[in-house]
């Protein structure tokens, strides 16, 4: 099993970036994919997650109307369109997946993902 994340890099303010995230060894489809983030200092926190049975996105309030994951089957890949980029977005973004088993409200926490990425840098600043 592994995720390989890419397409981080450094942006000004208010740019945009695509984040992808390649899986082998199981299938995106049937499993809750999400993608993470952990700014220096602080803790790891979710950014957005999407379920795989209903194909339901939740994402956290400070990225709502500017972040967008999404999945292509076909390509067992996960991305994260990331757009207005700020300067409090600067993190090394991950994506992990979880079973599909696991309750909604579990998936906000890191400890329900079970494989995980090996992260890509995101830096915001002018």
């Known amino acids: 099993v592994q995720l390989q994340a890419s397409g981080g890099g450094l942006v000004q303010p208010g740019g945009s970036l695509r984040l992808s995230c390649a899986a082998s060894?199981?299938?995106?489809?049937?499993?809750?994919m999400g993608w993470f983030r952990q700014a220096p200092g602080k803790e790891r926190e979710v950014v957005s997650f999407?379920?795989?049975?209903?194909?339901?996105?939740i994402n956290r309030d400070s990225v709502k109307g500017r972040f967008t994951i999404s999945k292509d089957n076909a390509k067992n890949t996960v991305y994260l369109q990331m757009n207005n980029l700020q300067p409090e977005d600067t993190a090394v973004y991950f994506c992990a997946a979880a079973s599909s088993r696991k309750i909604l409200s579990s998936l906000w926490t890191k400890e329900s993902y079970d494989y995980w990425g090996q992260g890509t840098q995101v830096t915001v600043s002018s």
């Open positions: 060894g199981f299938t995106v489809r049937s499993y809750t």
């Open positions: 999407l379920r795989p049975t209903n194909s339901n996105t």
